[in-house]
């Protein structure tokens, strides 16, 4: 049972272009969102999050939004750098909660 | 380096043996999960320990794994009698509060615990 699917396995992207992530989500129960990013033999690392009550949150070049109606979000980085290249992960809990549900990663390329 | 701490980094074990995965969580933080990735999937919640209690294990599978996090020392994920199919990357996180506020989980580097 997937609550957070990410659906694109990878996405690859030119070096200054936008890189746009999505996310999909069936627990409408979930109210709070985050992002994290991942390199190889590292742990995964917080980027940004989103609570059910916004529909935008923006840190420099990464900005979520949210589409509560869908049930959907989208993480933005622009513009995109090399050093961007890393698995990202979506991730979705609900207040009260215990767990935090990761989708299954988007390995994004960005190249030079 | 005050982070989520996690030894060892790589572990071998043959079909049948018992792993012991160690997790030291941030300073200030008494809050601690457990994650496993498989290949090519993303993490799974296993569970949520607070200092002493097991909050939450609904992502144990129901034999040969267990969990503590006891008043001293780190938290222990403990595997008794190996098999291939537990061969994963194996994720502790901390947080300085209960999930039901709002946070962000602070991950260490993993275990990666290889069954041959």
């Known amino acids: 049972d997937q609550q957070v699917k990410q659906n694109s396995p990878s996405l690859s992207v030119q070096e200054g272009r936008i890189s746009i992530l999505n996310c999909d989500y069936t627990n409408s129960m979930f109210d709070y969102f985050l992002w994290y990013k991942k390199y190889p033999a590292e742990g995964p690392t917080f980027l940004i999050s989103i609570s059910s009550i916004k529909d935008k949150n923006e840190d420099g070049r990464f900005t979520v939004f949210l589409n509560k109606s869908a049930k959907h979000l989208s993480l933005h980085i622009v513009p995109s750098q090399p050093g961007d290249s890393a698995v990202y992960f979506c991730a979705a809990s609900e207040t009260g909660g215990f767990k935090t549900i990761f989708g299954a990663g988007t390995r994004l390329f960005v190249k030079a | 380096n005050a982070g989520v701490m996690q030894n060892p980094r790589h572990l071998v074990r043959r079909r049948g043996q018992e792993a012991r995965l160690r997790c030291s969580p941030m300073k200030g933080h008494s809050h601690v999960y457990w994650y496993r990735q498989l290949p090519e999937e993303g993490l799974k919640f296993m569970v949520y320990l607070q200092k002493e209690n097991i909050i939450d294990e609904s992502g144990m599978p129901k034999e040969r794994f267990s969990a503590e996090f006891p008043k001293e020392g780190p938290s222990i994920l403990r595997i008794q009698q190996v098999v291939r199919g537990d061969s994963a990357a194996y994720f502790c996180?901390?947080?300085?509060?209960?999930?039901?506020?709002?946070?962000?989980?602070?991950f260490g580097n993993g275990t990666r615990l290889t069954v041959t």
């Open positions: 996180a901390s947080s300085p509060r209960a999930k039901s506020e709002n946070s962000p989980l602070h």
